[in-house]
């Protein structure tokens, strides 16, 4: 028998990752597991993870803004620690925090874009258990020819925004393209995913960028140029499955302790902003 496409699609989207988890309250040694162990269920291993000091950097208070630059080999996941000193200002919003972790993936080679989609809305639905009917998706057009897979995996047209090629890269925020705020060369496109945050159920959306009741939790690239795959905020993830986010200062002190350890000699001018926040 002869599968059309879209059967094709559900066919490859159940395979990917089997034994859906209930969304009960993990901790974050839990939840941490799993996230591994899903990753390794999609076939990829563990890289190691940068520095979050960088040596002789001005940008971002001489800290890590994000994995972009990382040299992971293909085929892996990487649970990167990060610091952005512009989210001082931003202390007390849902998801901010002074270090976060980027779990980037990159799919091994020869995967093509839509396996890559079909793979991160079955580790969502299936491998964390995730309610995808509390899940938007931000893009441009290129978003469109993957919306079948979208929606079988419960995103339906109502909860995706669609912006226009020009908007989305003059943004440079990852909703639609990403480009990295130090480093032009470093653009491609992608799509954003939001979490719906209220018990009640997810309003429409219909235009960027989307109301502070939904949350972005990551990013799908949709662009072979750039070698990555998918990357979602750690403490995001494991918030979108029931658990709480670190407080403030106590991130805060995780992240001079870390800072400390790894300043030889200068030290970052970003560890100050950080401690008088």
Request: hydrophobic content about 40%; overall charge negative; aromatic content about 6%.
């Amino acid at each position: 028998m002869k599968l059309n496409r879209r059967q094709v699609i559900t066919t490859a989207l159940a395979a990917s990752l089997s034994g859906a988890l209930p969304r009960t309250a993990i901790s974050k040694s839990d939840g941490v597991s799993n996230l591994q162990s899903q990753f390794e269920k999609l076939g990829l291993a563990k890289a190691e993870p940068m520095p979050i000091v960088v040596q002789r950097s001005e940008f971002n208070g001489g800290l890590l803004y994000d994995e972009s630059h990382s040299d992971m080999p293909k085929g892996s996941y990487l649970l990167q620690p990060c610091a952005r000193i512009d989210d001082v200002e931003k202390k007390g919003r849902t998801g901010v925090l002074p270090m976060f972790h980027i779990a980037r993936l990159d799919w091994p080679d020869g995967t093509s874009i839509e396996q890559g989609v079909i793979n991160s809305m079955a580790l969502l639905k299936d491998g964390l258990g995730l309610d995808t009917a509390k899940i938007a998706m931000v893009g441009t057009p290129t978003l469109d020819q993957y919306k079948p897979i979208l929606e079988n995996a419960g995103i339906d047209n109502r909860r995706i925004v669609i912006r226009s090629q020009q908007e989305a890269k003059s943004a440079g925020n990852g909703s639609g393209v990403f480009r990295h705020p130090d480093d032009d060369a470093i653009e491609f496109v992608t799509a954003g995913i939001y979490l719906w945050l209220p018990d009640s159920p997810p309003a429409s959306v219909n235009a960027y960028p989307l109301s502070d009741d939904w949350l972005e939790i990551g990013e799908i690239s949709l662009d072979l140029s750039f070698p990555l795959g998918a990357g979602f905020g750690l403490e995001r993830l494991l918030f979108a499955q029931g658990g709480e986010f670190p407080d403030w200062e106590t991130q805060k002190q995780q992240l001079l302790e870390k800072i400390d350890q790894e300043s030889a000699g200068e030290v970052p001018a970003g560890r100050a902003i950080f401690a008088n926040s």
